[in-house]
């Protein structure tokens, strides 16, 4: 298994940050992340173990011939702001990769109530290493926390 994170600090509330990218992803992510055209709940509580959500993605990436990825949540805790959710389905799987997961962390910093520290790890197994699945992953992830770290004024707009 491989595994990989991206760290950023976020000059905004914990609180704030999760309820934005977590709880409201499905209107945030298309909206600061410009690889994604939509997330959507498909099955079980949205926020919860279990639950199951689809993220579509713009043609731009499709380039990495992924159109969508449907994910399932292991566990989410709104309370120590930690989720992980596993893909389950996407042209990306079995092809290229099996276990991807992503986990998404916001913690605050100590003495600092305005500003939060946040992680995201993700794990997979690569089945071809020549396919260079760790290097798209891993500038899909840096961009995100890029775009991320660059969207304090829309975070406090939509949360």
Not at 52 to 66: A, S
Not at 79 to 97: H, M, N, P, Q
Request: glycine share 4%.
């Amino acid at each position: 298994m491989k595994t990989f994170q991206e760290m950023v600090t976020v000059r905004s509330a914990p609180e704030l940050v999760w309820r934005t990218v977590i709880k409201n992803l499905q209107v945030t992510l298309p909206t600061f992340y410009h690889d994604i055209v939509s997330v959507e709940f498909m099955d079980g509580a949205p926020l919860s173990p279990d639950g199951v959500f689809r993220v579509c993605y713009h043609q731009e990436f499709r380039r990495c011939n992924v159109s969508y990825l449907k994910f399932k949540w292991k566990s989410i805790d709104h309370t120590s702001r930690t989720s992980k959710a596993t893909a389950i389905e996407g042209e990306l799987l079995d092809e290229s990769i099996q276990g991807l997961s992503f986990s998404y962390t916001v913690t605050p910093i100590d003495g600092d109530a305005a500003s939060c520290t946040v992680v995201l790890e993700v794990e997979y197994q690569e089945i071809w290493e020549q396919q260079g699945i760790h290097k798209i992953l891993k500038d899909q992830v840096a961009k995100f926390m890029k775009s991320l770290e660059g969207c304090v004024e829309k975070i406090k707009k939509y949360a």
